[in-house]
């Protein structure tokens, strides 16, 4: 049974950073597809980036590239989502997903597995 369990989250000042953590777990996990997406008070879900099964290629937005950037620790199981110069419209609770198949995708409904989120409140 795959699972991810997303952790990091919390209140930032705008202009700061953040490191979201996931830890995912199961069998053949290292061959699933990881992503991020959030989902913001009033809002729809939102692809953020994922990164494929070895940690070697990534898929992001365009609109968040430079301030998001997407990692992979295979050794323990992680997957991290650091964030930069966080804006007030990062305010999301971030999820972390993971599918199972041949190339990356932002469509939420390709991905099997979902965490529960974790808050993230970027403060003026």
């Known amino acids: 049974q795959v699972q991810v369990v997303e952790s990091g989250g919390g209140l930032v000042q705008a202009g700061g950073s953040l490191t979201l953590s996931c830890a995912a777990s199961g069998r053949g996990i290292n061959k699933y597809i990881l992503g991020w997406f959030r989902q913001a008070p009033g809002k729809e879900r939102e692809f953020v980036a994922a990164?494929?099964?070895?940690?070697?290629?990534?898929y992001g937005t365009d609109s968040l590239k430079g301030r998001f950037t997407i990692s992979r620790d295979n050794a323990k199981n992680m997957v991290y989502l650091q964030v930069n110069s966080l804006q007030s419209e990062d305010t999301a609770v971030y999820y972390c997903a993971a599918g199972w198949m041949a190339t990356m995708s932002r469509a939420g409904s390709r991905y099997d597995h979902w965490g529960q989120g974790t808050r993230v409140t970027v403060s003026a």
């Open positions: 990164i494929n099964g070895r940690g070697t290629s990534t």
